[in-house]
């Protein structure tokens, strides 16, 4: 399976492909960083973002994209930069038909480190040591992108197996009903 982990951000969207299954080593493709100036207009900062993203979705050819879950902050200027982020990734995965997940900070965290209160240090050395890198990818949003990725490897299989389910008993239900 190779993903494309996407840490969404306005001035950084970080970026990283990560190929393997759940239970065997993970490789690492590609990782980097799309950068916008904080000074360009929103809409030239969101096509920069676009290009950035559709250049890596070329480049690697990722079969999932992984997007961090744009969660409440206090800062709401923030937090609509990265959602603005987020839906350009989201959008050029679509128009691909490449399967988009969301993913929490906390769930990150926790399928990477075992706590979903990691700190971005820990979770860039847990990073560093699943992909077997010489160094911790830099900057942290860099990083972030990879431990995306790597959730979505470790639990999509589970995520697919409950989705099933849920289809089966939602099947079932219905034919019952109309019997």
């Known amino acids: 399976m190779r993903v494309l982990g996407v840490d969404p951000g306005l001035t950084r969207c970080g970026v990283g ?5 759940a ?9 980097g960083v799309v950068r916008t100036p904080a000074d360009a207009e929103l809409s030239h900062r969101l096509l920069a973002v676009e290009q950035g993203i559709e ?5 690697h050819r990722p079969e999932f994209v ?27 995965a679509a128009r691909r038909g490449i399967p988009v997940a969301l993913h929490t900070p906390s769930e990150v965290k926790a399928a990477v480190t075992g706590s979903g209160r ?19 990818p830099k900057p942290a949003d860099a990083a972030d992108a990879l431990a995306l990725a790597i959730c ?8 697919n197996r409950l989705q099933q389910a849920v289809a089966r008993h939602t099947a079932h239900a219905t034919k019952g009903r109309t019997a």
């Open 17 to 21: 492909v990560v190929e393997g299954v």
């Open 23 to 31: 239970g065997r080593p993970l490789t690492m493709i590609g990782v």
């Open 55 to 59: 250049e890596w979705l070329d480049e």
């Open 66 to 92: 992984a997007v961090e879950r744009v969660f409440s902050q206090h800062n709401v200027r923030t937090v609509m930069g990265t959602a603005q982020a987020s839906a350009v990734a989201m959008l050029c």
């Open 118 to 136: 990691a700190d971005k240090a820990q979770v860039g050395a847990m990073v560093t040591r699943l992909l077997r890198l010489a160094a911790p």
């Open 152 to 159: 979505h490897i470790w639990r999509a299989p589970a995520q």
